[in-house]
């Protein structure tokens, strides 16, 4: 147990450190704004951090390094994808975001969002966007779970259904307790750890192997096609489109736009873009090099590959501990546990909001109290959590699959709604409803009827999102004098802002 020592200490000092955060935030949490969205008080360092961490989750330490270990430079296609959609969320999403909710009713959630800027008087818009948070998040907030419970049956040897729970405990509670404003305090650590850990680690990689020009030998020694960007011609044309597809899928993450509405102004943003952009693409290379060069570590020391041969998306964990002395070791791993967390911690937090204020405050009790409220979504907090427990109890759960599905889901249910409501005055209610369902409905059918055409289902059911929105909106009678004054008057503020 000695050489194991180090690992409890280091998490167990940065567990201790977020339940810390958590509390602190809770002093500071006096009403539901503040626990659903901080009050919008956020600067630029914590807006871009936020986004970044809660955005990559534990796939970024674990699902990305083991799909470079498998397939070598041609799963890089992704990560261009994401770049690119990244800054172009960050460009034409997020100040529109920012300035439209605060004048649509002070829209604390992407529903409520809806609801505001399309005049939903019937409140179904309301009621059908939180059943598409709660149905992706659960699948979402699982590959959470799930790749905290690989890391801890992996550092620790505890079986994977009791590491499921040491997994996600600490996160329930500083969710719970701190609301948002923990969320994004933890995530300005958690952020900061993870890019430590990614650029650290495939330097050590390399120089344990002699360097880049002997790291690349061996790779190309182990499998040529691990250098080939088209692997083979076996990744066509639409394998590539899939992979680049993903960027499509920022457009309607609610963990991430929730980022954007809670910046504490207009200003703050382009500051943010840039802090976040070069977080994100650092991150992603260190990713990227610790799977890919990762294979040239295991063709020197084959004994030590049996983990990483049996699951790949346990490379960066086993480098980690091979590479590095415990303590070292212990704070590298405490990096994949920063990124779960972080991600996981979001996504209750919308799920909660989405329980309290769609459905709770919007149909059961409307004069609900503050502090009603805020215990409402803390006990939402803990039952999404529980749920998504129960679907990651599966130990054969891939978290780069899981993730793939639930940020298609996203993406095409209300990526086009984002983007269409923000810059366009004709788009109306029955639009916005046309496109939600078509997106959402497309993604499922696809994955369950027309996976093997290997073609991403974000794609097709981004598609159908638009042309629902446009459809549905010009076959429906236009907008209210209201309505498109109000969006008039947002495009006019943006413009002298700079937008």
Known sequence: ????????????????????????????????????????????????????????????????????????????????????????????????????????????????YFTHRFEDGSRVLRVLAGVVILVFFAVYCASGIVAGARLFESVFGVPYAEALWWGAAVTIVYTLVGGFLAVSWTDTVQATLMIFALLLTPVMVMLAVGGPRESMALVEQVDPAKLDWFRGGELGLVGIVSLLAWGLGYFGQPHILARFMAADSLATIPRARRIGMAWMILCLLGAMAVGFFGNAYYAQHPELAGPVRENAERVFIELSQQLFNPWVAGILLSAILAAVM????????????????????????????????????????????????????????????????????????????????????????????????????????????????????????????????VAGSLLDRAPSQAMTARHLQVRAALRENGY
């Open 1 to 112: 147990m000695t050489t194991s020592t180090p690992l409890v200490v280091t998490f167990g000092l940065y567990l201790v450190a977020m339940v810390v955060i958590g509390f602190v935030a809770w002093r500071s949490t006096r009403s539901f704004d503040d626990y659903i969205l901080g009050g919008r008080s956020l600067g630029s360092l914590v807006t871009a951090l936020s986004a970044g961490a809660s955005d990559m989750s534990g796939w970024l330490l674990m699902g990305l390094p083991g799909a470079l270990f498998l397939a070598g430079v041609s799963e890089s296609w992704i990560a261009f994808g994401l770049v690119a959609g990244a800054w172009a969320n960050w460009k034409f999403v997020a100040g529109p975001l920012r300035l439209y909710t605060e004048r649509t009713g002070n829209s604390l959630t992407l529903p409520d």
């Open 342 to 469: 972080s991600t996981l911690s979001a996504q209750l937090l919308v799920c909660s909001s989405a329980i309290t204020e769609d459905f709770y405050r919007g149909f059961l009790r409307r004069d609900a109290s503050q502090r009603e409220l805020v215990w409402v979504g803390r006990a939402a907090v803990l039952g999404v959590a529980l749920l998504a427990i129960w679907i990651a109890r599966d130990p054969d759960s891939r978290v780069l699959g899981l993730v793939s599905y639930a940020w298609a889901g996203f993406g095409a249910a209300f990526g086009p709604v984002v983007l269409v409501s923000l810059f366009w005055a004709r788009m109306t209610r029955n639009g916005a409803l046309a496109g939600m369902v078509a997106g959402a409905a497309v993604v499922i059918l696809w994955k369950q009827f027309f996976a093997d055409t290997g073609l991403y289902e974000m794609i097709p059911g981004f598609i159908a999102g638009t042309v629902a929105v």
